[in-house]
């Protein structure tokens, strides 16, 4: 399995500043994930890591609430920008081997962020 | 749009008390269903990947098979420490590949003694 960590593991913030998330993978993961798991609710898709270029967002996020860097092919970065208390959930970073559809996704620890 | 619906959402179950979870979806063709098991405070733990219908993976208590419509996570005897919240996940055939997995709410499973 892929080795992941994320950092910081959680954090509390105040309305309106923003968070930026680290994600570390080891060398052997080719793509880079970042999701969303809300209270209650499933985990969603908030975009796909690129290395070097801008990040694919999926329906619903955008590039200026969720900036996303991957500068190199075993790191990333998540900023959470203005956030407000509907921005607290667990943000995880997933990685996969290989390039084909069907790799196995693994996650790392997830950051717990509560915004007051 | 894929969907994933699981149930139930919570199960409580006696040490030795075999049981099943179920995760039922609609996907415009299934590329692969995934189950994870997610303990409090951690990241998805990824257990088992089924590719069409009829397959069925093993892992120590659990099993995990597929139809066109649902999945099942049987658990035999469990013990304590299989408490956890189960997720599971498809992932959609889509043209020019895609790695998008839509969850379920997932399972949250205590197994006491």
């Known amino acids: 399995s892929a080795v992941i960590s994320q950092k910081p593991s959680r954090d509390i913030c105040q309305r309106g500043t923003s968070l930026t998330i680290q994600c570390q993978v080891d060398s052997q993961v080719t793509m880079m994930f970042w999701y969303r798991q809300q209270p209650g609710q499933s985990l969603t898709l908030i975009a796909t890591a690129n290395q070097g270029s801008e990040a694919t967002y999926e329906s619903g996020f955008v590039i200026d609430k969720f900036p996303i860097s991957r500068p190199n092919l075993t790191f990333s970065t998540l900023t959470v920008s203005n956030m407000s208390p509907e921005d607290s959930s667990i943000y995880l970073c997933s990685g996969k081997y290989g390039t084909g559809g069907l790799d196995t996704q693994y996650f790392g620890p997830g950051t717990r962020l509560t915004v007051l | 749009e894929d969907q994933v619906t699981q149930s139930p959402e919570a199960l409580r179950l006696q040490e030795g008390e075999s049981s099943s979870l179920n995760c039922s979806y609609t996907?415009?063709?299934?590329?692969?269903l995934f189950w994870y098991r997610q303990d409090p405070g951690k990241g998805p733990e990824f257990l088992f990947t089924?590719?069409?219908a009829g397959e069925e993976k093993e892992k120590e208590r659990l099993k995990a098979t597929l139809t066109k419509k649902e999945s099942f996570l049987h658990i035999t005897a469990p013990k304590p420490e299989d408490s956890a919240t189960y997720l599971c996940?498809?992932?959609?055939?889509?043209?020019?590949?895609?790695?998008?997995?839509?969850f379920g709410t997932g399972t949250q499973l205590k197994v006491e003694l």
């Open positions: 089924l590719y069409s």
């Open positions: 996907v415009s063709g299934l590329r692969g």
């Open positions: 996940a498809v992932q959609a055939i889509l043209t020019g590949g895609g790695n998008k997995l839509t």
